[in-house]
């Protein structure tokens, strides 16, 4: 028997697996959108990583990925610490920065 929720079950498993083999594209054009801020970026520049990270946090997260919403939460949080002042990224939020997004190239599952 094909009830609604097994074919609602169908669907989200496809959208989980879809999902999934989208994610080192979502991750590497956050990384690009990291690497194009100039070094004295201020806090409007971080605002499109934030909102990418943000995404990902929550999408992921719905899904079922846990750790990649973990880590891509943690990123957002610290951007959005970052750009609280006003002023360039310090040489410390920039490494806390990168690390993060190791931290969240390290949650992507195996393929």
């Known amino acids: ?11 989200l498993a496809l959208q989980r ?3 999934q083999r ?10 690009a959108l990291w ?7 201020a806090p409007p520049a971080l605002s499109e990583l934030e909102r990418h990270a943000h995404t990902l946090a929550g999408t992921a997260g ?3 990925f846990r750790e ?8 957002e949080e610290l951007l959005a610490r970052a750009g609280e002042g006003g002023a360039a990224l310090t040489p410390g939020q920039r490494s806390e920065i990168s690390l993060a997004l190791a931290a969240l ?7």
């Open 1 to 11: 028997m094909n009830t609604a929720q097994e074919r609602f079950r169908a669907f």
């Open 17 to 19: 697996d879809d999902y």
């Open 22 to 31: 989208a994610l080192p594209e979502k991750l590497a054009q956050l990384q």
């Open 35 to 41: 690497a194009g801020l100039d070094k004295d970026a």
């Open 62 to 64: 719905t899904l079922g």
């Open 68 to 75: 990649v919403g973990l880590a891509a939460k943690s990123l």
């Open 105 to 111: 190239q390290a949650s992507l599952p195996a393929d």
